[in-house]
Structure formats: structure tokens, C-alpha cells
């Protein structure tokens, strides 16, 4: 048996291609914040909760979640008397189309001291955008929120559960993307804190309940244009079989 002559032999050439039946990924991205912010504590069994619903559903959403018979929680907030507003910025690692943006979180509002008037969570405004630079910002998510929340006249706590989910067809690419959420009050004569809670309870009695933190779910297909680099790889260039593929 004769045999093939060393000088003459070719690797075996991979096919590139592109996996349509993947389901992608759910990028979990905490809302997490201390810096220039205060703190103050919650007590679940005392406050009153609200969960925001869509079209008188309960929305859900694929989220981490532990249980704990806890019955404190965390509000970070800009200081007293002040309506918190704060934008995180995150830089995905790769380009990826984005199909669906969630956000999930927990916002609250505490009378810490009750003169007179009412004190309520008026609305709550989320938004999130592709930072384009001196090419402008493509928005993904903007929203106002009413949690429909009740008035407070004595020194109590409120907090509102939003899941506000968006279906979206945007291209994530090399660019940093901002989270913006900011908290708007109506408020009489005392003093408050309002913000976010990062680590929130679905409800108040003092049991083993769900617990969940405060984050922004995208939900990624990876993108073509994140192979680029490995196709136009000077060591792959002769790996590769580009037969019937147009680059």
C-alpha cells in the first residue's frame, strides 16, 4: 500500500457557521450602587408592598432567586428629601443582538418623620440606551411607570415590585449601554428617603419568603459580526472552508 507523500497532505478545512437553533442567553446585570448614595433600613412586615402588573397579570421573568425569613432590606437612596435618580453604565464583552430588555427591580419610600400631607411614590421612569458617542444614543427601553401607590400620612414605608419587560430587535455592538432608573415622589411636610432596594422580598410577613436582587435581564443572541475577528485571523485564514460563503 503506497503511501501519501508527506509534502501533499492537507488538513481537513472548517465549515464556518451559524447556529440558529440556539436560544441564547439571559445577561443578568445587578443594579448594584453605593457610591454618593445613603442608607437606610427597611422593615418588610411593616411596610406596604405593591406589585406592578401588566394588563392585570402578574409579570414574571427568569431572575435569581434564594428564600429567607429576613425581615429587613436595604434602600439606598440620594439623601433626605431627595428623589433618587441614577444611571449604571455596562460594556458587553462581545456584539450580540438584543431580543428582549427587562427590567426588574424594587423601589421604596420611607417617612423616616411625619409632619403633615400626604407622601407617595409618584412614578417611576426607566430607561436604557446604547451609548452611541458623536453618533448618537439608540434607545432601547424608555418608560414611566405609575406603581399606583397609596398615600402615606404617618410615618411608615411603601415599596413597589416593577417587572417591565420590552421586546426589542436591537444590535448591541461596541459600545457601552446605560440603565437609568429614577424615582419621582410626591411628598407634604417631613422628611424621606426614596431609591432602590438591591436585595427586595415579594412580600412583607415575616416567613420564609422569595427573595431576589435588583437588576436589568437582556436577553443575547451572539451577533455575525463577533466571528469577524477569528474569520480574518492571519493563523486561520488557512483552516478555513469558504466555499459558498461571501465575506
Given at each position: 500500500m503506497s503511501q501519501i507523500p508527506r509534502d501533499s497532505f492537507r488538513p481537513a478545512l472548517i465549515k464556518p457557521t451559524f447556529n440558529v437553533g440556539d436560544y441564547g442567553h439571559d445577561v443578568i446585570i445587578p443594579l448594584n450602587c453605593i457610591t454618593g448614595s445613603a442608607t437606610t433600613t427597611l422593615t418588610p412586615s411593616s411596610a406596604t408592598f405593591v406589585q406592578v402588573l401588566e394588563d392585570s397579570r402578574v409579570p414574571v421573568d427568569e431572575v435569581n432567586q434564594f428564600i429567607t425569613d429576613s425581615d429587613k432590606m436595604e434602600l439606598v437612596h440620594a439623601g433626605n428629601d431627595t428623589d433618587f435618580d441614577t444611571t449604571w453604565e455596562w460594556l458587553p464583552d462581545m456584539s450580540f443582538q438584543a431580543y428582549k430588555a427587562s427590567?426588574?427591580?424594587?423601589v421604596a419610600m420611607k417617612v423616616s418623620a411625619y409632619t403633615s400631607g400626604n407622601f407617595a411614590i409618584s412614578s417611576v421612569q426607566l430607561t436604557m440606551k446604547s451609548i452611541g458617542g458623536g453618533e448618537g444614543d439608540d434607545i432601547i427601553v424608555d418608560k414611566i411607570i405609575n406603581p399606583g401607590m397609596a398615600n402615606m400620612t404617618s410615618a411608615t414605608?411603601?415599596?413597589?415590585?416593577?417587572?417591565?419587560d420590552t421586546k426589542t430587535s436591537a444590535k448591541i455592538a461596541d459600545k457601552s449601554v446605560s440603565m437609568q432608573v429614577?424615582?419621582?415622589?410626591?411628598?407634604?411636610?417631613?422628611?424621606?428617603q426614596c431609591g432602590i432596594v438591591p436585595?427586595?422580598?415579594y412580600f412583607g410577613?415575616?416567613?420564609p419568603k422569595t427573595w431576589t436582587t435588583s437588576s436589568v435581564v437582556v436577553h443575547a443572541h451572539a451577533?455575525?459580526?463577533h466571528a469577524f475577528p477569528i474569520f480574518r485571523d492571519e493563523d486561520n485564514m488557512n483552516m478555513l472552508d469558504r466555499s459558498g460563503i461571501g465575506l
Open positions: 427590567f426588574c427591580l424594587a414605608e411603601q415599596v413597589a415590585i416593577l417587572n417591565v429614577k424615582v419621582n415622589t410626591t411628598s407634604g411636610s417631613g422628611t424621606y436585595l427586595y422580598c410577613s415575616a416567613v451577533d455575525l459580526a
